[in-house]
Every structure is written in C-alpha cells, then in structure tokens.
T-cell receptor, first 114, second 115 residues
C-alpha cells in the first residue's frame, strides 16, 4: 500500500515555462512534506518543504502548495531551466512518531527542453 | 566537503558473501538514517540512529542486516549472506534538531550488485 503517490512517471516542459509536479498521499497523519531532486548516480538533494499548518511555501523559483483536504501537494518551478532536469521525489513524514522517517513516492522524471 | 559521504560507491559481490558499507554524516548531525532504493522506486526507510542508539528498524531490515553507530559519528551497515534481492542503492542521510529532523541530507549512496 503506497502512502505517497506520484502518478506521473515523467514530464517534459519547454525551457522558461512552468513545471508542475504532483503528489498525493493517503496517510492523514503526515504533517510535513518535502521535495527532493535527484540526478543520476547522486543521492537525493533537499529542495523545499512545507508543514501541514501552511498551504504554500516559496523559495526562489520553487513553490510548494499543500491542499490538506484533498491530500494533495504540488511543486511549481518557474521558470524551468535545463538544469532542473532530474527525478523529483515527494516525501512525507509524521513528526509525532518520533523517528521522522521519510516516506517517498516513486518519483517523476522532469525533462526541460531548451 | 562537509556533506554526507558513503563508501564504497559501488560494490559487486557474489551471492552468499557478506558486505559492509560505511556512512559519515554531517558532523554536527545527531540523527543518521539508512534507506534502500530499488529501480523505479523511491527510497525506503530501513533504520535510524539518534547518536549511538538505534531507535527504530523497518520490517524491511531482515536478520541478515545489522547497522551500528558505535561512537555516534559514522555508521556501518552490514549484510550477511547476500541474496540477489539485496541488489539496490543504499542511501544514508543525516539530520539535526537545529535544522529540523524532517530535513534529511543524503549521501551519494552505495550501489550494491549481488551476482
């Protein structure tokens, strides 16, 4: 039973346009959400996060939106750049469990076309 | 470089052999996590340490797996009697309360291939 789902395995976007990556979760206990970016042969790199008490967090070109009622979050990248081409993982955690272990989705491969 | 480091980066072994991986976390981080990632999947939690204490293990961590963090600094993950199903990328991450335990910083991983 996958608790964090990224239903789009891949996404192609033109350089300069907006990239929107989506993520759904089923566990209502999750209270903190993160996006990681991964290049081949490297570990995941932390990108941006959001607490469940917020519905939006912005950092430069990256914005994460959280819709708790729909159990849905999205990552917006504006404008998209070729260097953004990577696999993006959505992750969630439940801080009340103590371990802060991350539960990941399967990832979405973003290709930004010059 | 003050990031998380892992060694070796690649390991090829024959079924039935034992292997050991090492992780050096960011120096001021007191929490250390091990994850496993197989092809087409996201990383899956295996276990974590707070300082030298191993506080939680996933059901994915069979009896053939053991992890240690003897002095609360580096950690090792050993797999005994490897099986082909153990082939995966083994990722280590660290975090600290100061930045929020939620934000974990990952190393480059050790890719294990069991023949």
């Amino acid at each position: 039973d996958q608790q964090v789902k990224q239903n789009s395995p891949s996404l192609s976007v033109q350089e300069g346009r907006i990239s929107i990556l989506n993520c759904d979760y089923t566990n209502s206990m999750f209270d903190y959400f993160l996006w990681y970016k991964k290049y081949p042969a490297e570990g995941p790199t932390f990108l941006i996060s959001i607490s469940s008490i917020k519905d939006k967090n912005e950092d430069g070109r990256f914005t994460v939106f959280l819709n708790k009622s729909a159990k849905h979050l999205s990552l917006h990248i504006v404008p998209s750049q070729p260097g953004d081409s990577a696999v993006y993982f959505c992750a969630a955690t439940y801080s009340g469990a103590g371990s802060y272990q991350l539960t990941f989705g399967k990832g979405t491969k973003l290709s930004v076309i010059p | 470089d003050t990031g998380v480091s892992q060694n070796p980066r690649h390991k090829i072994t024959k079924r039935g052999q034992n292997v050991t991986f090492r992780c050096d976390p960011i120096s001021e981080h007191n929490r250390l996590y091990w994850y496993r990632q197989t092809l087409g999947q996201g990383p899956e939690f295996l276990t974590y340490f707070q300082n030298e204490a191993q506080l939680e293990k996933s059901r994915l961590l069979s009896d053939r797996f053991s992890a240690e963090r003897p002095k609360g600094s580096f950690s090792t993950l050993e797999i005994q009697r490897t099986e082909q199903g153990d082939s995966a990328m083994y990722l280590c991450a660290s975090s600290s309360l100061g930045r929020s335990y939620n934000e974990q910083f990952f190393g480059p991983g050790t890719r294990l291939t069991v023949l």
